[in-house]
């Protein structure tokens, strides 16, 4: 069993149960160990959309990198995930932030998530549960990655 860091997003329809269904459907592959509270948060990259929920869990799962990447992609589809533009609304979305300690880069996936470190909707969630991990690539606790983008004052953020 490999450990794992999820984040879980939401800004179209109902969100909250949005966020309920993924994490249901995610404990049929990921045992849940934790999950943050939900946050509301400012729309990143594209800004004229609805505000999202987002929430981040840990948990264990027997699935591979890329095997949990298609689960997660299942179930964006069973929740009515359409595609859209990049960085535009969504019914759900799901991200690996990390895989034990692994380091991933190939076309179809990265991990640790790429720009996990950029955004407070990702490291405010992740802090609360986890913030002693250390990011393997960059060699920084979660909490001080969060501290890091909240001076640089890339913290725009509701609670």
């Known amino acids: 069993m490999s450990l794992v860091y999820l984040a ?3 800004n179209l329809g109902e969100r909250e149960a949005n ?3 993924a994490r249901e459907r995610l404990a049929t592959q990921v045992r849940i160990l934790k999950t943050s509270a939900v946050y509301e948060t400012e729309p990143w ?3 004229e959309q609805p505000a999202f929920l987002n929430q981040v869990l840990k948990g264990q799962t027997a699935l591979t990198p890329l095997e949990l990447l298609d689960f997660l992609k299942s179930i964006e589809a069973a929740l009515g995930r359409e595609e859209n533009f990049r960085y ?3 019914v759900i979305d799901l991200d690996i932030l990390f895989y034990g300690r692994q ?3 190939i076309q179809r ?3 640790p998530h790429p720009r996990l470190h950029e955004r407070a909707f990702v490291l405010v969630p ?3 549960i986890a913030p002693g991990l250390i990011h ?3 060699r920084k606790r979660v909490s001080t990655l969060l501290r890091d983008a909240a001076a640089k004052d890339e913290v725009h953020f509701w609670a």
């Open 45 to 47: 990259g594209f800004r």
């Open 19 to 21: 966020l309920r269904a």
């Open 8 to 10: 879980l997003g939401s």
């Open 126 to 128: 992740l802090a609360e």
């Open 88 to 90: 535009g609304p969504r």
């Open 109 to 111: 996936l990265q991990i």
């Open 136 to 138: 393997p690539v960059l």
């Open 103 to 105: 380091v991933l880069d």
